[in-house]
């Protein structure tokens, strides 16, 4: 009996396992979504300035792959999607970097690694930028009509300087984020936009001295500004001036709007000033904080999606800027603390 009722039991116990397993709901599947980079057309310049790169190399910093192989940074970029490099220039700066000779080593590298060339001209012996356009040291005691043909002379020499060793730049920006102007007190453009036109034209006509292929960019901060550009352009065309690009940066990590809304008013701008003054866009700089790489990825595809798209192809490309920054503080970089590039920068991939 003890038997019949052991194997009735047993018989019982398979009986419920085998319910038990069959009503277990099978697990749930979980899908990795493969990231796909924005498709741009072929001549979209998906650039970097990467203009700190000597300097960071003179104190040993190192660059790697995401497999932990290290490169050099210009090839690495180029293996990343990069077809582009951006090159800031400064008249006479304290410590060397980014005078014309290294500049001229950069450009080379650039060029050797396939890449086209961007060189910001910031006429100034280091930082220019909204808050500061400070005359070079050399330049201070000038007068104007001295200051406009030294400017012209040092924008000649540096594309000539280039041109010996091989090297045409597809673009060169005639001043840094000049929102009100360069060279100041001079070129102070609420004091006299007559003053900075004169001076955009000397850029202008040094770098197409030089080569008459070359694009020339008037660059300016905050993208979603729609009044500063207008306020900017109708001036410079009013006053004789020429350029063939406008030059935007964006950086939507300091607009309390976010950074979907940041592209949207860029994008609208960017339509708005190709209408009234037929000319081209290209976003020079972007940035967004190292520590969210993931939102910095968002941004990325949705501001490379939207120049690529505008109409007639006039959004000619996104540049990041100073991508590689991961040793100093800048706190905008794309590298992550181990020297390897950050998911953000594969919106820029193949």
């Known amino acids: 009996m003890k038997k019949v009722l052991l194997g009735c039991a047993i018989v019982s116990g398979l009986f419920i396992a085998a319910c038990s397993k069959s009503g277990t709901p099978p697990p749930v599947q979980t899908q990795t979504t493969v990231y796909t980079p924005p498709v741009v057309s072929s001549s979209f310049a998906k650039g970097a300035d990467i203009s700190w790169v000597t300097q960071f190399e003179s104190t040993g910093v190192k660059f790697y792959d995401a497999k932990g192989n290290q490169l050099d940074l210009f090839s690495l970029m180029k293996s990343l999607g990069f077809n582009a490099i951006r090159l800031r220039a400064w008249v006479n700066p304290t410590a060397g970097w980014c005078n014309t000779a290294d ?9 050797n690694a396939g890449m086209k060339v961007l060189i910001d001209f910031h006429y100034s012996d280091t930082w220019a930028d909204p808050g500061d356009q400070t005359v070079p040291a050399a330049w201070a005691s000038l007068d104007f009509p001295t200051l406009k043909s030294t400017m012209f002379n040092y924008t000649f020499g540096v594309m000539d300087t280039l041109k010996i060793h091989g090297i045409t730049p597809d673009w060169v920006q005639v001043g840094n984020e000049t929102d009100n102007g360069m060279l100041w007190p001079m070129g102070n453009a609420t004091n006299s936009m007559a003053n900075f036109a004169a001076l955009v034209e000397q850029g202008y006509k040094a770098v197409k001295a030089v080569s008459s292929t070359t694009k020339v960019i008037v660059h300016l901060s905050n993208g979603f500004d729609s009044g500063l550009y207008q306020w900017m352009f109708d001036g410079l065309k009013a006053n004789g001036a020429q350029w063939d690009i406008i030059g935007m940066s964006l950086y939507p990590s300091y607009s309390s709007a976010g950074w979907q809304a940041t592209d949207n008013e860029c994008l609208a ?57 991961y040793t100093n503080g800048y706190g905008l970089g794309a590298f992550d603390s181990a020297g390897k590039p950050t998911e953000a920068l594969d919106a820029f991939g193949n």
Do not use: C, H, Q
Request: no cysteine; hydrophobic share 45%.
């Open 103 to 111: 500049v001229l080593a950069k450009a080379i590298r650039a060029k």
């Open 269 to 325: 701008n960017i339509n708005a000033v190709i209408a009234r003054y037929s000319t081209p866009v290209m976003v020079v700089e972007v940035g967004m904080p190292e520590n969210a790489p993931s939102t910095a990825r968002d941004f990325l595809t949705d501001i490379i999606t939207k120049v690529n798209a505008v109409s007639g192809g006039n959004g000619l490309g996104v540049f990041y800027w100073e991508p590689e920054a």
